[in-house]
Antibody, heavy 119, light 107 residues
């Protein structure tokens, strides 16, 4: 079965750090671009970061300089290092797979992991 | 940043009705637009990519059209399981962006 499973969410204080992980199975992980997308409770979807098969990365301005996406193909794993966290980063974080090379529509999603930034 | 505006925010409909959802981009995204369905407590599900291509396993009652700045998702005949939130997303430019969503609710 093709799947993505996130972990690492939790409660963190403002200014703190957290590292999310996403474990892939059932497909050739190294052949796909992978993304993080978040959703605050009751709100819409917000794209957070992307990493290509070649290791190229992209971020929106809202997280640039604070978040770092990385991948470890040998472990079929994706990571999101989140630093200088703010209350506005509170959300469910999903990892998602691009449907095809350089086709950034997301055909496989994880179940999400909740990140709460609060004192 | 490309802003995607979805309309209407909410649609109240009955099973069997035809649904048309709109997504308008602040600048051309060519045909690089996707549609997702999301139900409460679940991750989004890809319905349509590149404006008109149905994703694997998506029923034929779902169809997408448009190019440039104006796009439409059509559900030809609403099934009970189609009552959900729908989002559009563009992949033309970084940063990738989503629309604010349209809720399709039971009338």
């Amino acid at each position: 079965e093709v799947q993505l499973v996130e972990s690492g969410g939790g409660l963190v204080q403002p200014g703190g750090s957290l590292r999310l992980s996403c474990a892939a199975s059932g497909f050739s992980f190294s052949s796909y671009d992978i993304h993080w997308v978040r959703q605050a409770t009751g709100k819409g979807l917000e794209w957070v970061s992307a990493i290509s098969t070649a290791g190229d990365t992209h971020y929106p301005d809202s997280v640039k300089g604070r978040f770092t996406i990385s991948r470890e193909n040998a472990k079929n794993s994706l990571y999101l290092q989140m630093n200088s966290l703010r209350a506005g980063d509170t959300a469910v974080y999903y990892c998602a797979r691009s449907i095809a090379p350089r086709t950034n529509a997301f055909d496989i999603w994880g179940q999400g992991t909740m990140v709460t930034v609060s004192s | 940043e490309i802003v995607l505006t979805q309309s209407p925010a909410t649609l109240s409909l009955s099973p069997g009705e035809r649904v048309t959802l709109s997504c308008r981009a602040s600048q051309s995204v060519s045909s690089y637009l996707a549609w997702y369905q999301q139900k409460p407590g679940q991750a989004p599900r890809l319905l349509i990519y590149d404006a008109s291509n149905r994703a694997t396993g998506i029923p034929a009652r779902f169809s997408g059209s448009g190019s440039g700045t104006d796009f439409t998702l059509t559900i030809s005949s609403l099934e009970p399981e189609d009552f959900a939130l729908y989002y559009c997303q563009q992949r033309s430019n970084w940063p990738l962006t989503f629309g604010g969503g349209t809720k399709v609710e039971i009338k």
